[in-house]
Nanobody
């Protein structure tokens, strides 16, 4: 069992920055691939960025060049640095931990990011 706790959301103006954190705890937390997803009312949750246990990263086209995902394995924490924020980045951001080899995934509770125009 892995528990995920997100933090760092808030209200920011267009062009501003925020850093989200996701602290993972539980057995084998450091072996999971980690990702960030976001969701707005009435829409499906969408992929934002991911980082493998080995450190490989992947980004949605909409955030490439503006967002950076990283992880600190010593702290079992993954970060999402968000720069040049736009109103369309407004969403609830969720952290996900996944192990594809054993087909198991966990989600955090989400953190609200609001970008004002």
């Amino acid at each position: 069992q892995v528990q995920l706790v997100e933090s760092g959301g808030g209200l920011v103006q267009t062009g501003g920055s925020l850093r989200l954190s996701c602290a993972a705890s539980g057995s084998g937390a450091g072996t999971y691939n980690m990702g960030w997803y976001r969701q707005t009312p009435g829409k499906q949750r969408e992929f934002v960025a991911s980082i493998a246990a080995a450190g490989n990263t992947n980004y949605a086209d909409s955030v490439k060049g503006r967002f950076t995902i990283s992880r600190d394995n010593a702290k079992n924490t993954v970060y999402l640095e968000m720069n040049s924020l736009k109103p369309e980045d407004t969403a609830v951001y969720y952290c996900k931990a996944v192990r594809y080899d054993i087909s198991i995934a966990y989600w955090g509770q989400g953190t609200q990011v609001t970008v004002s125009s």
